[in-house]
């Protein structure tokens, strides 16, 4: 992809954020990508679905799946605003994702790079590339309003 085109669906998991956003959820948002064209979106919903899988990339991941009528998202690429955790990157892998663009690095719980690097694990049976940095500032200042304005409300 161009840098214009990651740019633009890296737009698009933003606006999916912002809908996390204002369902009080953490404004994490995804897109999933084919030939170009996104064929399922998604954003964080554990609290309000009572879901601890919920996370933006499982929910556009399960929704890609029943779109594209197959659980393989072979040549498929993953955009999400926050790098994905190790739940979420297990899904990818049998999903069979072709790559993941992040924004804002998790110096928590990522594991494209921050904690560790499970794309980097040659022991696996299926390797997805990875790659940060897209619109991170803009995906980092959401996430950072949110939690200072839930710190500010305890």
Known sequence: MTPQEDNHFMGLA???????????????GAVVVKDGEVVAAGFNQPIGSHDPSAHAEMVALRAAARRLG?????DCSLYV??????MCSGAI??????????????PKTGVAGSVMNLYENSRLNHHTTARGGVMAADCGQLLQRF???RRALK
């Open 14 to 28: 933003l606006a999916q954020a912002q809908l996390a956003l204002q369902a009080q959820e953490v404004p994490v």
């Open 70 to 74: 197959n659980y393989r998202l072979n």
């Open 93 to 106: 892998f049998h999903a069979r994702i072709k790559e993941v663009v992040y924004g804002a690095p998790d």
């Open 147 to 149: 939690f200072a304005e």
């Open 81 to 86: 605003t926050l790098e994905p955790c190790a």
